[in-house]
Structure formats: structure tokens, C-alpha cells
């Protein structure tokens, strides 16, 4: 049993000496969302990213949403020039509750695959495309004009993730 979590642990956690370490900061366009993001690999297998931007939701194209979160990353494949990966994916979003001033918080929660491919011709640059599910549902209570609640309602995360994310790294 100890050989199993050991083999586990070093599959899943462990560095390799020959890994392409990089980390670089970048934008990441969705289908309703624009955001920021730091993301760094730690070995050729093992990457994290950080992102916070604006959204918007399916009925109103209006990016009034605020949303943070994170993804690790995983290499499935690795080439010199790109990568294929798999990720979890772990946001929360701060929702402007339809035409109201009342705001609510939903956790997101997804998982995605990817593939990123470099471009060392002056800097090192990559590109992303990214695809995936992502799931999250919140009940609420919103007031209308006159201050009475119609009852509850429910908002859905949109479950498709369709990520386009340009990046500038630098090797650490």
C-alpha cells in the first residue's frame, strides 16, 4: 500500500529535471468573458494559472460581472513547440442580478482540454485554444421597484468553455 501512494505521488507530483519551467502573463477571450490571467508551468507536465476579468451573461451581453479564478493544468502531450493538456477549472463569479442593483456569488466549477503552441521568433509567445464544461447554479431572491421579492430565481452558468488565450512567458 505504501508503494501505491508513493507510485501515486511521485506520477502525479513529481518534477522532472529536463522540464521547460516558464511562467508569463497574458489575456484570455471567452465566449462571454475577457480576462487576465499569470500562468506558470512549474515542470514540462505541471502548469497553474491565475485569472480575474468581466463577463456577462447569455440573455444580456452587457460584461458587468466581475469572476476569479484558478486552473491547474496537466501535459498529456509534449513537443518542443506545443503542448496538449487537460486542466480543472475552479471560478467564482460575482453576478449583477438582472436589471436590479442586487448582486449574488456563484462557485464554478469545470474541467477543460487544451492545446498551446510557441512562437520563439523574438520572445517567447504562445497561443491557447481551450475547451471544456463547466457547471454552476444559483437560486436567489430579487426585489422588484416596489421592494417586494416576486419569489425566487435561478441563474446558470453558460456550461461551455471556448477559451482563445495569447501569452507572453519568459523561462525561469
Known amino acids: 500500500m505504501r508503494a501505491i ?3 501515486v505521488l511521485l506520477f502525479f507530483f513529481g518534477i522532472n529535471s529536463f522540464a521547460q519551467k516558464m511562467s508569463g502573463f497574458g489575456a484570455e477571450l471567452s465566449v462571454l468573458s475577457l480576462k487576465p490571467n499569470f500562468r506558470i508551468w512549474t515542470s514540462k507536465t505541471t502548469g ?3 485569472f480575474t476579468g468581466l463577463s456577462s451573461e447569455l440573455n444580456s451581453f452587457k460584461p458587468n460581472d466581475a469572476e476569479a479564478g484558478f486552473k491547474f493544468l496537466r501535459t498529456i502531450i509534449y513537443n518542443r513547440t506545443d503542448r496538449t493538456y487537460f486542466g480543472v477549472v475552479g471560478k467564482w463569479k460575482w453576478i449583477n442580478v438582472y436589471g436590479n442593483e442586487d448582486n449574488t456569488s ?3 466549477a469545470g474541467l477543460l482540454i487544451g492545446k498551446e503552441w510557441y512562437s520563439k521568433r523574438i520572445n517567447l ?3 491557447a485554444v481551450e475547451l471544456g464544461y ?3 447554479v444559483k437560486e436567489y431572491s430579487a426585489l ?3 421592494g417586494i421579492s416576486p419569489g425566487k430565481q435561478t441563474f446558470e452558468e453558460f456550461p461551455l468553455i471556448l477559451n482563445f488565450r495569447y501569452s507572453f512567458y519568459k523561462k525561469r
Do not use: I
Open 5 to 7: 501512494s508513493l507510485f
Open 48 to 50: 497553474f494559472e491565475l
Open 106 to 108: 456563484l462557485p464554478v
Open 125 to 127: 509567445k504562445g497561443f
Open 134 to 136: 463547466q457547471y454552476g
Open 144 to 146: 422588484n421597484s416596489n
